[in-house]
């Protein structure tokens, strides 16, 4: 079932959303807002949002010198903080091809848990830490439903390149710098006199193994079972930004 904080952060935003547009909707009985905006053929803006992210994880049969083997998983979702730009192309009256650039910045944790060649757990399970830095450079498909009265419902979906910036070999867990991320979400345009607000809702998935296994500094450490004992690991994340365009 969905966690207490997690349905907080889905249901939140669209109580919002649908407050803000009873009441555009009472505005736009006296007054439609920008009412050649959607006609443009670039329009530009930026972005803040929040998310909630973590890894997925697939364990190895790696087993340290006493036979004993670690199983990974994540500690639950974790929040971030997202701020960026919007270009946007209108295509036709109904579709726009956007380019959104973001920073993502953020914490994710995992949990492993240590087992005897015969099942048996050992202690209790060890956190770590892993602190990327990303930069998101994807490209989304938009399509927009009709315009009633100072609000505008759309769909998007699209993917894009991902560049993790912290590379702190230090750490216990490193992180490739590449990645490629697919999204999709829904949205909704509120007009106002001078700019759109639009609250936006995405599921963000990425597609390639994150796990850096180029890591000679943790070589005969306590943290080598961190990166041996995964087999692949990677990213997703559940975002509500809010667009100004």
Same mark, same amino acid.
């Given at each position: 079932m969905m966690s207490g904080k997690l349905r907080i952060f889905v249901l939140l935003p669209l109580l919002l959303a649908g407050a803000v547009q009873a009441h555009a909707q009472l505005e736009s009985k006296y007054i439609r807002n920008l009412p050649q905006v959607d006609n443009q053929r670039w329009h530009f803006g930026f972005i803040l949002g929040i998310g909630l992210g973590d890894f997925t994880t697939l364990p190895?049969?790696?087993? &340290? $010198? /006493?036979?004993?083997?670690? =199983?990974? $998983?994540?500690?639950?979702?974790?929040? $971030?903080?997202?701020? *960026?730009m919007i270009a946007d192309l209108?295509?036709?009256?109904?579709?726009?091809?956007?380019?959104?650039? =973001?920073?993502?910045?953020?914490?994710?944790r995992l949990n492993y848990t240590c087992f005897t060649p015969r099942g048996a757990?050992? *202690? &209790?399970?060890?956190?770590?830490?892993?602190k990327?830095?990303?930069? &998101?450079?994807?490209f989304y498909l938009k399509y927009s439903g009709k315009r009633y009265g100072n609000v505008r419902p759309y769909i998007? $979906?699209?993917?894009?390149?991902?560049? /993790?910036?912290?590379?702190?070999?230090?750490?216990?867990i490193l992180l490739n710098v590449f990645d490629?991320?697919?999204?999709? *979400?829904?949205?909704?345009?509120? =007009? /106002?006199? =001078?700019?759109?607000?639009c609250p936006e809702l995405k599921f963000c998935f990425g597609l390639l193994d994150q796990l850096n296994r180029n890591h000679p500094e943790i070589d005969d450490t306590p943290y080598e079972v961190y990166t041996r004992s995964l087999d692949r690991l990677t990213s997703r994340m559940l975002a509500i930004t809010f667009n100004f365009e």
């Open positions: 190895s049969e790696w087993t &340290d $010198a /006493n036979g004993n083997s670690y =199983y990974s $998983a994540s500690n639950g979702l974790m929040p $971030a903080f997202m701020v *960026g209108r295509l036709c009256e109904y579709l726009n091809l956007r380019c959104t650039p =973001y920073l993502t910045l953020g914490e994710r757990q050992i *202690g &209790d399970p060890t956190q770590v830490s892993v990327p830095t990303t930069v &998101d450079v994807p998007l $979906a699209g993917g894009g390149p991902q560049f /993790n910036i912290n590379l702190n070999p230090e750490e216990p490629v991320q697919i999204g999709f *979400g829904v949205g909704l345009m509120i =007009y /106002n006199e =001078y700019f759109r607000f």
